[in-house]
């Protein structure tokens, strides 16, 4: 892993402790345009006040380098999905006479 003279690890522009797409989106989105000099989270690692390709090839040269993020946004197995639509048909049908789920 690369890191800076303050101790962030280069490439790494929203401070997330992975290098990747968030950090590339910065880039380019901020890409060709002059910043205040060394401002890395407006997409300038290199510090030269400008967003360019050696902004480019340090994001690019450290990609994937750091903790991957963890997801929070898993799915539910399929058999909790299918409770939950039983469920669902239970408080649908709540109110009528016949009961949701049949007993042999």
Not at 45 to 52: H, M, Q
Request: charged share 10%; glycine share 12%; with cysteine.
């Amino acid at each position: 892993m690369l890191f800076d003279a303050l101790g962030v690890m280069a490439g790494d522009l929203d401070s997330g402790g992975f290098v990747g797409i968030t950090d590339l989106n910065i880039v380019l989105s901020n890409w060709n345009h002059s910043i205040p000099p060394g401002n890395p989270s407006l997409g300038d690692p290199s510090g030269d006040g400008f967003v360019g390709i050696a902004d480019l090839n340090l994001v690019l040269g450290n990609w994937n380098t750091g903790s991957p993020p963890t997801s929070d946004n898993s799915l539910p197995e399929p058999s909790a999905l299918a409770l939950l639509a039983l469920g669902s048909a239970c408080l649908i049908h709540r109110n009528s006479s016949s009961p949701c789920v049949r007993m042999p």
